[in-house]
């Protein structure tokens, strides 16, 4: 039997509560509903009919909001009265729950039909009329929507309506009371009886006298002997222990006398009563009680987080507060003044050297585009003649001007997100250079575009909720998922203009350069010369720090739409580029604390669960996006994934590796669910040589469309000028060295390369 769709029974839950809360769903074994932060718990329920889930649910949902929060505590100490107010409060809700919803009422039907024919309530064999008590008999009565025939005396028809009439718990609690008290004496009148031994109810009920009538008379009564008085005392330990639960576990544990005669197939009930003689109770229920495993799934946990909203205008860094943040510093650096003009001529010298491979490729990219359309263009009459098809008009029908009709271009957009981590400081400086060409690329065919990095260094203010690690700038409601400290900052965008643009581009070439020279390399010249790129400090805040890149996506839920509607974007691009997974510090979520009614970090998790993201209402689970088994790389495919389907965004990602050993290029390059090695080691050579060939290569990835592996170590920007060509060469020569010359160009630009691919 497979576990039903989470979101789907989520989905019915929360349409027959009629209210907005969190419906989840759990390792539980009934429901429960925490009023302050308005979550609905429910089990997680596995069954082949549709009829028996949708029954179960909305049973479950009945509980939570017709049964009271403290009602169970006020017969805690009372098995058998808890017995009997568990069967008559199942009565009193299910009739609520129908009423309300007459949807439900076939599935109430249908389902009990099925679990009665799969004896889910020890019925089979059974005389229903002779070998069940009243309790019993209202229980399946009821169970079964008043549809099974019973041979209700007049008397039973009293208890019936007064069954009927239950409109409050309290009022529940007083009828079973009165109907136990009935029974009870009901009871003593047939141990009287010369042949109650053998009565069927006996055997059913577990009411065979421990000793003799006299005694067990006596003990009706409630006068027991010490060894009556032993187990009293023991079943009043049992009830002490189920004192100290909470609500939702003492719920669970109803009824408490049915535990160990559940287990018994042969047996319905019997415990040992307050009194002495053998309790009272619900042999139909306890039997139900004890199969009802069978229905839910024991195995599978979730934790549920639903995502915030982020506080655009606190997260995001501006262009313009970048720029000033980076011209603040230089002001109060005493190297600026010899440092700067070697900036300038070092960022001026890379792009003019890049600019006729950028215009090369621009040309290209029309070319394809143009090609691409032309290939997908139609064409139609004009219904002008053509003269020069004229001559065959006796054998063609087909005379008439014909014309070519191109498809409209769509208009592309591209949203990018650079690791700002410290894993990234060695190869930092190539992976700027070639972010830049491919803004360059963007700016020159006027694709729409936004260049974000993404860091955890910039938010260190401290939080109302974790001052080391909790991000302040999310709209939280409970239930959200808290969200680990993260910022983007706005370091390239197409509403710039060219000098702006230009200025921060050198400024995010200073940054490279800073932990180039820093971390990679130390020159042979003066280590304090003024020229060097790390003899200039750098604003604090823009310091390496962790990959908060599924925060960073969260965000992206929010943005990327307003850049979409903003500027009509038909075909969006999100390009992400790290050196690693994302962090998994967003495992928790945010509670109100009942005691101080304080929205905090709700610490109570487990790492073992399936994470559940709620976004747009919807369930969506995190399991089987984990690739390359790691958690954080579920979270990063579930998010991707959202975007994706909610926002129809193209997912583009580039994973630098920079050890290009067998053991880590293995991992990703070997798809991992072929089991023949032979097929295994031929696909991995395969991505080996074009990897080693191209500099990338593509390899599946959950969440992406197209995902890159890239040799981190052979980044370089290529621009080799063609002076090795002598005048006195061939012509055949000169090609080639041209065509290696411009190959290497390209090749070299893999992120501009591959985004050209992917939307030309």
Not at 116 to 145: A, C, P
Not at 322 to 338: E, L, R, T
Not at 585 to 602: F, Q, R, Y
Not at 670 to 677: A, E, K, M, S
């Amino acid at each position: 039997m497979d576990t039903l769709n989470i979101d789907t029974k989520s989905q019915l839950a929360k349409l027959l509560a009629t209210e907005n809360i969190t419906v989840q769903q759990n390792n539980v074994k009934t429901a429960s509903f925490d009023v302050v932060n308005r979550i609905l718990t429910l089990p997680i329920f596995k069954t082949e009919s549709k009829d028996v889930t949708d029954m179960l649910v909305a049973h479950e949902c009945a509980h939570a909001l017709y049964t009271p929060e403290n009602g169970w505590k006020k017969i805690a100490d009372d098995n058998e009265l808890r017995a009997y107010v568990n069967v008559l409060e199942d009565c009193r809700i299910d009739a609520k729950i129908q009423k309300k919803y007459p949807g439900v009422v076939n599935n109430y039907l249908n389902g009990f039909e099925i679990l009665n024919r799969k004896n889910f309530f020890g019925l089979k064999d059974k005389d229903y009329d002779k070998d069940l008590m009243l309790i019993d008999k209202i229980n399946i009565f009821y169970k079964s929507s008043k549809k099974l025939l019973f041979n209700f005396s007049n008397a039973d028809k009293l208890w019936l309506k007064k069954v009927d009439e239950l409109k409050t718990f309290n009022d529940v609690i007083k009828l079973a009371k009165q109907l136990l008290d009935w029974q009870k004496k009901e009871v003593k009148k047939m141990k009287k009886l010369p042949d109650f031994d053998n009565h069927i109810l006996v055997e059913n009920y577990n009411l065979k006298n421990k000793e003799n009538d006299s005694k067990d008379s006596k003990d009706i009564d409630g006068d027991g002997n010490k060894d009556d008085n032993k187990d009293s005392k023991e079943e009043k330990d049992k009830q002490d222990a189920t004192e100290g639960k909470t609500e939702s576990e003492s719920k669970q544990d109803k009824p408490a006398v049915g535990d160990k005669t559940a287990k018994d197939e042969n047996s319905g009930g019997g415990a040992v009563g307050a009194g002495g003689d053998m309790a009272l109770t619900s042999i139909t229920n306890n039997w139900f009680e004890g199969h009802k495993e069978k229905l839910l799934d024991t195995q599978t946990s979730y934790n549920y987080r639903k995502i915030p909203r982020p506080k655009l205008n606190k997260i995001i860094k501006s262009n313009k507060e970048f720029i000033s943040d980076m011209k603040k510093s230089f002001i109060n650096d005493g190297n600026v003044k010899n440092y700067f003009p070697y900036l300038k001529k070092e960022y001026k010298k890379f792009i003019n050297e890049s600019k006729k491979t950028i215009m090369y490729l621009v040309k290209e990219f029309e070319m394809k585009k143009a090609a691409t359309a032309y290939k997908r263009s139609t064409q139609d009459k004009t219904g002008v003649i053509d003269p020069l098809k004229l001559h065959s008009y006796k054998f063609n029908d087909d005379i008439f001007k014909r014309l070519t009709i191109l498809p409209d271009a769509k208009n592309h957009g591209m949203m990018m997100l650079l690791d700002w981590s410290g894993s990234m400081s060695d190869c930092i400086f190539k992976t700027v250079q070639q972010t830049i060409q491919l803004v360059q690329f963007c700016s020159k065919v006027n694709i729409p575009f936004e260049l974000y990095f993404f860091t955890s260094e910039m938010d260190k203010t401290g939080s109302s909720f974790d001052s080391t690690r909790i991000s302040q700038d999310f709209n939280y409601k409970p239930g959200d998922m808290a969200i680990d400290r993260v910022k983007l900052v706005n370091v390239a965008s197409h509403k710039l203009k060219k000098q702006k643009l230009d200025e921060s581009l050198m400024y995010l070439y200073h940054l490279a350069m800073y932990y180039d020279h820093r971390y990679c390399w130390r020159s042979s010249r003066d280590p304090f010369a003024y020229d060097r790129p790390d003899s200039v400090g750098i604003p604090s805040e823009y310091y390496l720090g962790s990959t908060p890149l599924n925060e960073a996506l969260i965000i992206m839920l929010e943005l990327v739409p307003l850049f979409k509607n903003k500027y009509k974007i038909e075909k969006m691009n999100l390009i992400t580029l790290t050196d690693g997974g994302g962090n998994y510090g967003s495992s928790a979520n945010m509670m109100i604390d009942p005691e101080t009614k304080v929205l905090k970090e709700n610490l109570d998790r487990n790492f073992g669960n399936t994470d559940v993201l709620i976004y747009k209402k919807k369930n969506h689970s995190t399991k089987g996006d984990d690739y390359y088994g790691y958690r954080s790389s579920a979270l990063t495919g579930t998010i991707l994934n959202l975007l994706r389907t909610y926002h129809k965004v193209t997912t583009i990602g580039f994973y630098l590796i920079k050890r290009i050993r067998r053991w880590e290029t293995d991992m990703y390059f070997r798809p991992q669910d072929i089991r023949d090695y032979s097929k295994r080691e031929e696909i991995y050579q395969k991505n080996r040589s074009k990897f080693n060939k191209e500099k990338s290569v593509s390899v599946p990835q959950h969440g992406y469309d197209d995902y890159y592996i890239v040799n981190a170590k052979d980044m370089k920007v290529e621009n080799t000028d063609l002076d090795t060509i002598k005048t006195d060469m061939k012509p055949g020569k000169i090609k080639n060295l041209f065509s290696k010359s411009m190959k290497g160009r390209i090749t070299s630009r893999v992120l501009l390369n591959k985004f050209i691919e992917k939307v030309a």
